[in-house]
């Protein structure tokens, strides 16, 4: 199984709402993501999991708070947003490689409209 | 500070013709690099991986290059097909992947 899952597709939420995106792999991988994509943009990277532990945060706003309660799911809270944070935000997993070739597989995205 | 860039935002090619893609890397050097194709509204998918000691690496109709010299990564994909039409990121991977802009592709039939 080399697929990443990430529930819901869509989400569409006011800006006093709070929600979470949701994101599994089976694939035993170690190292988990979130990456946040604006139209006609690359991903750009917010948090990295490497064995259930934050790894980096990309100075993201605290509106956005990840979760990692095991090592095959993945979630990221959301609280008080604003309409600039409507994007696709993706999830992604790869093994912790110390070569650092970490082929990353993505998962389709959860597509985010913020009112 | 380290950068990614892939310089075309849009290439048109004719099926059956070669598109050939950019990507150039400034102030580091790193060990590989890396392609994704991603699709409207999609993750981005894996291709290929290249390190710095391989001159060139192929799969299938795609071939990937790594010029240390010049700091650039080709990447070809010969007899394209209007299903190659996408758009394709260069990656510079590890604890912190930071992508190039992409390059979107488009074949006409």
């Known amino acids: 199984d080399t697929e990443v899952t990430q529930t819901p597709k869509h989400l569409v939420m006011g800006m006093t709402n709070k929600k979470s995106l949701k994101c599994e792999q089976h694939m035993g991988h170690r190292a988990m993501y979130w990456y946040k994509q604006k139209a006609k943009k690359p991903p750009e990277l917010m948090f990295v999991?490497?064995?259930?532990?934050?790894?980096i945060n990309e100075s993201v706003p605290s509106r956005f708070s990840p979760e990692c309660p095991n090592s095959s799911l993945l979630n990221l809270h959301l609280h008080a947003l604003q309409p600039e944070d409507s994007a696709l935000y993706l999830c992604?997993?790869?093994?912790?490689?110390?070569?650092?070739?970490?082929?990353?597989?993505f998962g389709p995205g959860t597509r985010l409209t913020v009112l | 500070s380290q950068k990614i860039e892939q310089n075309s935002e849009a290439l048109n090619i004719q099926e059956g013709k070669t598109a050939t893609l950019t990507c150039n890397y400034t102030n580091y050097s790193p060990a590989y690099l890396q392609w994704y194709r991603q699709d409207p509204g999609r993750g981005p998918v894996f291709l290929l991986l290249?390190?710095?000691?391989?001159k060139e690496k192929r799969k299938e109709r795609l071939k990937v290059t790594f010029d240390t010299t010049l700091k650039q990564s080709l990447f070809h994909i010969t007899a394209s097909q209007p299903a190659d039409s996408a758009t394709y990121l260069c990656a510079r991977g590890g604890f912190k992947t930071i992508f190039g802009a992409g390059t979107r592709l488009f074949v006409k039939a």
């Open positions: 992604a997993s790869s093994h912790w490689d110390r070569e650092r070739t970490d082929t990353q597989y």
């Open positions: 290249i390190r710095e000691n391989e």
């Open positions: 999991y490497s064995y259930e532990k934050l790894s």
